[in-house]
């Protein structure tokens, strides 16, 4: 089941998702298999087998009542060293040319403020961050990457991630993290949580290749 | 094992069992029987492949191939390269462990009903997608007429068809949001995608329709270059064919010849 909590991308919508989610986290019904958040949405997977599609919406409902008295929790701050440019931001310079920008403003405008992670999605780790500032947004490339380097910080129209893995892509990549944002033996396995509140800082490639090492 | 399948050394032998695609599988150079425990004796060697008629073919071995779990799964998920053995599909020369094996292994074989009724459809069943309304009428008729040729690009993330393509009104209008396992995606350039085993958790395109979860065994065994048709059902008959297998697999009684 798909529950819709607003139709517009945004922090509105998006807290409700959270409250929703939160509240099923905590009192789990017995029929609940997964839950899957995105911007607006929070996708329930329940066992077919126990419960009926009707009794879940009914319930659901009452979550939903429910979850409007939740108090949300404070965010976490997660900060991530990025080296933008160059071999490892690759698409820098023309996102910089599409907004009549110099590189250096880009790199200025994405560690300007702090995106919310939205959700996790595509592959193990991968936050969806938003809202990118205007002036740098861009659409994603024509054609994807076959192949993204592990790390790559990248920006799809309002969205900025990290792709966790190397992996197929078609965001615009304008930098690199050496920090980990999957790793399975760690709790959590991933980085970033949805909810958090995430800062870039830009590091040089000196200070990269020492915390890729280290 | 897809497609190709391969050969098995048993060093201290093992009680094994073959379901799935029929991979032309030979014990010690004699056929080997499918759907039924198969005692290997030490150093026996099984091989397998190429398939005969469907995509895949499961070597289950009593005892368990011991694998390290991961999220409760011995599963491999290739993309992160995570779980399973090494993250990674197998290679020539790997050698797995296999644990202890149940101290009687009762011998049994799976009915011939149970099997015609498990038998991959060529027809699969779906409900309507949460965004059939971005799709004209005639569009989403014509979908359910086609028929579709799944692409050699497809892997475990997903299955590209080939065939008629659907154009959605309101490509761009959608907010990405969560995706199940089997929902049919329309990529902008018409091409619908069933999302597989190693799906995407999300997904930014339209669904226009979801295959049921008693037909996704079926997904599974499409090879490619298969020819496939989609069927409009209503979710009720979707949840009672669901319980119905689902019972199904559960009893011994119904299950075994």
Redesign the interface.
């Known amino acids: 089941v798909?529950v819709y909590l607003g139709?517009e991308?945004g922090l509105p919508a998006h807290r409700r998702v959270l409250k929703l989610l939160q509240l099923l986290q905590k009192e789990p019904p017995k029929w609940l298999r997964n839950l899957?958040?995105?911007?607006?949405?929070?996708?329930v997977?329940f066992d077919?087998?126990r419960v009926?599609?009707a009794e879940v919406e009914a319930e659901l409902r009452k979550y939903e009542a429910r979850a409007k008295t939740v108090r949300g929790v404070k965010p976490r701050t997660v900060l991530i060293p990025v080296c933008y440019g160059g071999e490892f931001g690759p698409d820098l310079d023309a996102v910089a040319k599409i907004h009549g920008l110099k590189s250096y403003e880009v790199i200025a405008h994405h560690t300007s403020q702090s995106y919310h992670a939205y959700?996790?999605?595509?592959?193990?780790g991968f936050a969806?961050l938003g809202d990118v500032p205007e002036a740098i947004a861009t659409p994603r490339l024509e054609t994807p990457r076959k192949q993204v380097a592990k790390g790559s910080v990248g920006i799809a129209g309002r969205q900025t991630a990290v792709y966790?893995?190397a992996?197929p892509g078609g965001w615009r990549l304008i930098g690199r993290t050496p920090m980990s944002m999957?790793q399975?033996d760690r709790k959590p396995m991933a980085r970033i949580s949805v909810g958090d509140e995430v800062r870039f800082r830009m590091i040089s490639r000196q200070e990269f290749l020492e915390l890729e090492s280290g | 094992m897809t497609l190709l399948g391969g050969s098995f050394v048993f060093p201290s032998g093992a009680v094994v069992a073959l379901t799935g695609a029929d991979f032309a599988a030979t014990l010690d150079g004699k056929s080997a029987v499918m759907w039924t425990p198969l005692t290997i004796p030490p150093e026996g060697k099984l091989v397998l492949g190429p398939t005969r008629n469907f995509a895949r073919c499961y070597l289950a071995v009593a005892g368990g191939i011991q694998v390290k779990p991961?999220l409760g799964s011995a599963s491999t998920?290739l993309?992160?390269?995570?779980g399973g053995y090494a993250g990674r599909a197998l290679r020539k020369a790997d050698v797995l462990r296999v644990g202890a094996p149940a101290k009687r292994i009762p011998v049994r074989t799976i009915s011939r009903a149970v099997l015609l009724a498990l038998m991959p459809r060529k027809v699969l069943r779906v409900t309507e997608g949460?965004q059939i309304d971005l799709f004209p009428e005639d569009q989403r008729r014509e979908f359910f007429r086609s028929t579709f040729r799944v692409s050699e690009t497809s892997d475990r993330s997903g299955l590209r068809l080939e065939g008629h393509g659907l154009a959605s009104r309101g490509y761009g209008a959608m907010?990405?949001?969560?995706?199940?396992l089997g929902a049919i995606q329309v990529t902008p350039s018409g091409q619908p995608i069933v999302l597989f085993v190693e799906q995407?958790?999300?997904g930014g395109y339209p669904k226009v329709a979801n295959v049921i979860?008693a037909d996704l065994h079926c997904l599974g065994q499409l090879r490619p270059r298969a020819e496939v048709r989609f069927e409009c059902t209503s979710?009720a008959v979707a949840?009672s064919l669901?319980?119905e297998q689902?019972k199904l697999l559960v009893s011994p009684r119904r299950l075994f010849a």
Do not use: K
Not at chain 1, 38 to 43: H, I, K, P, R
Not at chain 1, 119 to 124: R, S
Not at chain 2, 79 to 82: A, E, M
């Open positions: 798909l139709e991308i899957q958040p995105a911007y607006t949405s929070l996708m997977t077919a087998c009926d599609s959700f996790l999605g595509f592959a193990p969806y966790p893995f992996t999957f399975n | 991961f998920h993309l992160s390269g995570l949460p907010i990405t949001e969560g995706a199940p995407q958790t999300t979860g979710l949840v669901w319980r689902e």
